[in-house]
């Protein structure tokens, strides 16, 4: 089975750091683009950032400059660590993988971000 575990998240004050990480499994992680989105209540799921198995980032207008992605394809994990958080970063951010053969998700981890 394909499976990605998102961990990380939790709650944090303006201003602050988190890292958040995805464990993945059950498939050649290497060679899958993958992604962050993010949920707020009511919102859309939005793209925060992706990474081509080559390492081509592309990010969000409202994150760029703060968040950065990256993956370790020899752990199979993917990051994000994210800066200078703001109360608009609140939401449960998801973990993506766009691969050949299919496109999976994670369950999501909840970020909080307090003024």
């Known amino acids: 089975q394909v499976q990605l575990v998102e961990s990380g998240g939790g709650s944090v004050q303006a201003g602050g750091s988190l890292k958040l990480s995805c464990a993945a499994s059950?498939?050649?992680?290497?060679?899958?683009?993958m992604g962050w989105y993010r949920q707020a209540p009511g919102n859309q799921r939005d793209l925060v950032s992706s990474?081509?198995?080559?390492?081509?980032?592309n990010y969000a207008d409202s994150v760029l400059g703060r968040f950065t992605i990256s993956r370790d394809d020899v752990s199979n994990t993917l990051y994000l660590q994210m800066t200078s958080l703001k109360t608009e970063d609140t939401a449960v951010y998801y973990c993506?993988?766009?691969?050949?053969?299919?496109?999976?998700w994670g369950q999501g981890t909840q970020v909080t971000v307090s003024s």
């Open positions: 993506a993988a766009y691969c050949p053969s299919d496109n999976y």
């Open positions: 059950g498939y050649i992680f290497s060679r899958c683009t």
């Open positions: 990474i081509t198995r080559g390492g081509f980032t």
